[in-house]
């Protein structure tokens, strides 16, 4: 079922289906984005590290929970334009081998001063399989109104 601005509520919260974060995962990030820093490339070096293991980039964990939450369902037909990142955080480390989840909850919506599309402020949150925070913060959307008739 396509939503529409008019869909949404502050107070609803929606969570999307799981996923693994893999080896292959880092490595790819690791490639297309050129970060090869050693807490992600090598193995021996993370071992000695703060965290005692290679964790996946901290942007590689945006990434996915922006893809979580189109899997959802209820952003895609609708959506317009992303508006930003306002406040995102890295609270754990995102290791290989975690499983997580995006919950996104609408904090407040408000049509656009033309009136022909609305504003989803709404506050993402990465999970990891024990309900944990790993990251957080608000990513504005800009959506489509309902069409007349």
Same mark, same amino acid.
């Given at each position: 079922? %396509?939503?529409?601005? !008019? ?8 969570? &999307? ?6 080896? %292959?995962? $880092? +490595?790819?990030?690791?490639? @297309?984005? @050129? ?8 193995? !021996?070096?993370? /071992? ?5 293991? /290679?964790? %996946? ?9 922006? =893809?979580?939450?189109? *899997?959802?369902? $209820?952003? !895609?037909?609708? &959506?317009?334009?992303?508006?930003? +990142?306002? =406040? @995102? ?5 995102? /290791?290989? =081998? ?5 919950? $996104? ?13 609305? +504003? ?12 944990? $925070? ?5 990513? =504005?959307?800009? +959506? &489509? *109104?309902?069409?007349?008739?």
């Amino acid at each position: 079922m %396509a939503h529409h601005f !008019e869909d949404f509520s502050p107070g609803q919260v929606f969570t &999307s289906q799981a996923r693994t974060i893999t080896e %292959a995962d $880092v +490595v790819t990030f690791a490639g @297309w984005s @050129w970060d090869t820093n050693p807490v992600h490339t090598d193995a !021996e070096s993370a /071992r000695e590290g703060r965290f005692g293991e /290679r964790i %996946a980039h901290g942007l590689l964990g945006l990434s996915v929970a922006m =893809g979580l939450a189109s *899997r959802i369902g $209820v952003f !895609e037909e609708c &959506s317009i334009a992303l508006l930003g +990142v306002d =406040g @995102w955080r890295f609270r754990r480390p995102l /290791r290989i =081998g975690a499983t997580v989840r995006c919950r $996104v909850e609408i904090l407040e919506t408000r049509p656009t001063g033309r009136g022909d599309a609305g +504003v989803l402020r709404r506050r993402f949150a990465l999970l990891d399989q024990d309900g944990e $925070v790993l990251q957080d913060g608000e990513i =504005g959307l800009l +959506v &489509s *109104r309902r069409p007349a008739g």
